[in-house]
């Protein structure tokens, strides 16, 4: 193969990546534009100082909306001095939790080793006792979803809601050398 159709395959390869990347970075640019953020729960905080709260809320780069009282409301982000959200996983808190003591209970209801269940009145009692306790168990996981979704600054009016996210990182190596980067959270 002569060395004048390498150079060529090669430009022609380095050419193509080149667009290919152009066309990366732009549609990473054009994610970071028109993105659309969803809640759970929300807390608006008006220029005027009214705070409303809602659910179902959504966060864009022009505007702010959720349903209040049933009813979906939105505002424009130059009427808006603080939008703090919670993502609401209380209630898959409490599914999961709910879920895993119902399994529980049908598993050792089904393999009954021993019999027990067989006997006058104990299949009443065992229905009973693990509909009781599966409730207990969601409430639980209800509590613990409610304790582990914080309320968290999503949008402060001056600053983009994309860059509320952004934290500087400065730490050193373990050769004593500064390290500086920056962590984006989702």
């Known amino acids: 193969m002569p060395s004048g159709n390498l150079n060529y395959l090669l430009k022609t390869l380095l050419m193509k990546t080149r667009?290919?990347?152009?066309?990366i970075?732009?549609?990473?640019?054009?994610?970071l534009n028109s993105y659309s953020q969803g809640y759970g729960k929300m807390r608006i905080t008006l220029n005027d100082g009214s705070s409303l709260?809602?659910?179902?809320?959504?966060?864009?780069?022009?505007?702010?909306?959720?349903l209040i009282n049933g009813q979906l409301q939105s505002y424009s982000l130059e009427d808006v001095k603080l939008v703090t959200a919670r993502k609401g996983n209380a209630v898959k808190w409490a599914a999961g939790t709910g879920g895993?003591?119902?399994?529980?209970?049908?598993?050792?209801g089904i393999l009954d080793p021993e019999g027990q269940l067989e006997e006058e009145g104990m299949m009443g009692s065992y229905i009973?006792?693990?509909?009781?306790?599966?409730?207990?168990?969601?409430?639980?996981?209800?509590?613990v979803g409610s304790l582990a979704d914080p309320w968290k600054n999503v949008y402060m009016s001056g600053y983009?809601?994309?860059f509320n996210r952004l934290r500087p990182v400065l730490n050193l190596d373990?050769?004593?050398?500064?390290?500086f980067g920056i962590s984006y959270t989702f």
């Open 160 to 162: 983009p809601a994309a």
């Open 100 to 108: 895993c003591c119902i399994a529980i209970f049908v598993v050792s």
């Open 25 to 31: 970075i732009g549609l990473f640019i054009f994610s």
């Open 53 to 66: 709260e809602g659910k179902k809320g959504t966060l864009t780069d022009e505007s702010v909306s959720c």
């Open 19 to 23: 667009i290919f990347s152009c066309f």
């Open 174 to 179: 373990p050769e004593g050398r500064p390290l």
């Open 128 to 143: 009973l006792g693990s509909a009781l306790l599966t409730a207990v168990g969601a409430g639980i996981g209800y509590l």
